[in-house]
């Protein structure tokens, strides 16, 4: 595939600040990226903290049956709108684009905490999750702008602290928060650590404005929301609201790949695309693409199997169920910063693309041999393996991307690059769901014959608390039940990281932006100039 060459634009902030500094960020960088990390906390927390609280909220607004809807358009509206945001930060500024992202989530929180039924509750997590859009990618573009690539790898550890902090304390947050102060401050908890992030990028952080001659792409942004929310609806649906085959499922295909293909061929005539085509062109990116696909799609698989397995087979508490995890996003957390680290030193990456998707077969292979018998000790071994590769992918992956187009297209390398992990996550998510529903449903048939079959009718997920209730029989059934899952599950996990590896080997290691002794352009769209931003 042929690379496109990047020359440096006018409208970069000024560059090589940091190398005049003897490599050292001015205070006003590092006060943003302090509030870039807050921003990234919110949207990556959000879910998992109001994830504990739905119980309390259904039992007060009612609407059981809508239950699903208060994730889903949280999570449709964040998928929706993060390529639009992208391209509207390289269009107009992304200061301003960033700031309105965080002022929507806000928003939302606080309308969201004030919602009376669930349907408004449903409508407000929409404007939230529309928001939410914005804060990952602003955050990783705005990096993109202050720090150049041979330095944003110091910084891998802060984003992978961020995110594992999200996720092991988000469980107990959420769980404290509402035994204390009740479910509406599970989204109240928002507005100051916002407006928090909202003050410090308002008044330290200084990009230059843009104001680009096109219009927006209107068509290309609802042709490209439209599919997106159709294959999200297929991954959500799909097994569970309705049968893969059913009509729905296949209208919602059909409008899916239809939107897509339409879109597709928009963007070759647009005059402003909301996705540029030619970004593309450049292998590096591609495969960047396609690997953060490949880690969405195991990475959140793996987190929503592992505690299950854990509570279902070896007896642990659901109340904790973030700690579960404390293996492998510690692994992942050490491996981040010292791949970050080794790549600022030497400017080389590719070995980590490589080594990460090798150790994610290791360790995706070794949680698919586990069964009834093995220990907490040894699955947390196993867990860590996966996380020590997928640490040295999480961050990598948008490096690379960013590194491999031209500074006007920052916006959307970040928004593309997030966009395909969200995806991987919702195809990872379905995927092997539907593969562990089955095979689950499958043991217990054979297992408890009717009995087994009317226990998982409805879920193949039983808590602690009613599995403790079932007849010694049915009990040993679901545990095996559950084990032969997650032995399909990471089976399956272990197959789609060897086609990430097979994409890691093709990887091109071309110099990083602001390497310094290197001048001129790669030939992979990498200018050897950095920016970063002017200090205050």
Not at 511 to 534: I, Q
Request: aromatic letters at 6%.
């Amino acid at each position: 595939m042929a690379d496109t060459p990047a020359a440096e634009t006018a409208d970069t902030p000024a560059a090589g600040a940091a190398e005049k500094d003897g490599g050292k960020q001015p205070r006003s960088v590092r006060v943003v990226l302090l509030a870039l990390m807050i921003a990234m906390m919110l949207a990556m927390l959000d879910n998992m903290i109001i994830g504990t609280a739905m119980p309390t909220i259904v039992g007060e607004l009612g609407g059981l049956e809508h239950l699903a809807w208060v994730v889903t358009a949280y999570t449709l509206a964040t998928a929706a709108s993060t390529p639009v945001w992208g391209k509207l930060g390289d269009m107009y500024g992304r200061k301003a684009t960033f700031m309105t992202s965080i002022v929507i989530f806000l928003i939302g929180s606080a309308l969201s905490g004030m919602a009376q039924n669930m349907g408004e509750l449903i409508g407000f997590r929409a404007v939230q999750g529309l928001g939410a859009g914005g804060l990952m990618v602003g955050v990783m573009a705005i990096i993109g702008d202050l720090i150049p690539p041979r330095e944003r790898g110091k910084y891998q550890g802060m984003m992978a602290a961020v995110m594992a902090l999200a996720m092991i304390g988000g469980p107990l947050v959420g769980g404290t928060i509402t035994d204390n102060w009740g479910w509406r401050w599970a989204f109240y908890i928002n507005l100051p650590l916002g407006a928090v992030a909202l003050a410090a990028v308002a008044v330290v952080l200084h990009l230059p404005k843009k104001r680009a001659k096109a219009g927006i792409d209107y068509l290309g942004v609802v042709l490209l929301t439209v599919g997106i929310t159709a294959v999200v609806l297929v991954t959500t649906w799909g097994g569970t609201e309705y049968a893969w085959s059913s009509a729905r499922i296949m209208e919602l295909i059909g409008l899916g790949v239809a939107s897509l293909v339409g879109f597709v061929f928009w963007q070759t005539r647009a005059a402003e695309p909301v996705l540029p085509l030619h970004i593309f062109r450049s292998r590096n990116f591609t495969l960047m693409s396609v690997i953060g696909f490949l880690v969405g799609f195991v990475m959140f698989g793996a987190t929503l199997f592992l505690p299950l397995y854990q509570q279902a087979v070896q007896g642990a508490s659901a109340t904790n169920s973030g700690l579960l995890l404390l293996p492998m996003l510690g692994a992942m957390l050490v491996t981040s910063m010292v791949a970050g680290r080794v790549t600022t030193n030497t400017g080389r990456y590719k070995v980590f693309p490589v080594v990460g998707s090798a150790l994610m077969i290791v360790g995706l292979y070794l949680l698919s041999t586990m069964d009834t018998g093995t220990s907490r000790l040894t699955s947390g071994v196993f867990m860590a393996v996966v996380g020590l590769g997928m640490g040295c992918l999480m961050q990598i992956t948008m490096l690379v991307a960013q590194n491999s187009v031209e500074m006007k297209d920052m916006g959307v390398a970040s928004s593309s690059t997030t966009l395909f992990r969200t995806l991987g996550a919702s195809f990872g998510v379905a995927i092997m769901g539907a593969l562990f529903n089955h095979r689950v449903q499958d043991v217990m048939a054979e297992r408890a014959g009717t009995t087994g079959s009317r226990l998982t009718e409805q879920s193949a997920q039983l808590d602690a608390e009613s599995l403790a209730k079932l007849p010694d029989a049915a009990r040993e059934a679901y545990q095996h039940a559950v084990s032969s899952g997650t032995h399909s599950a990471f089976l399956l996990g272990a197959v789609i990281a060897v086609i990430a590896l097979a994409a890691a080997v093709f990887v091109k290691e071309v110099p990083l932006k602001g390497e310094g002794p290197k001048k001129g352009s790669t030939d992979d769209g990498a200018p050897a100039a950095a920016a970063v931003a002017e200090p205050v």
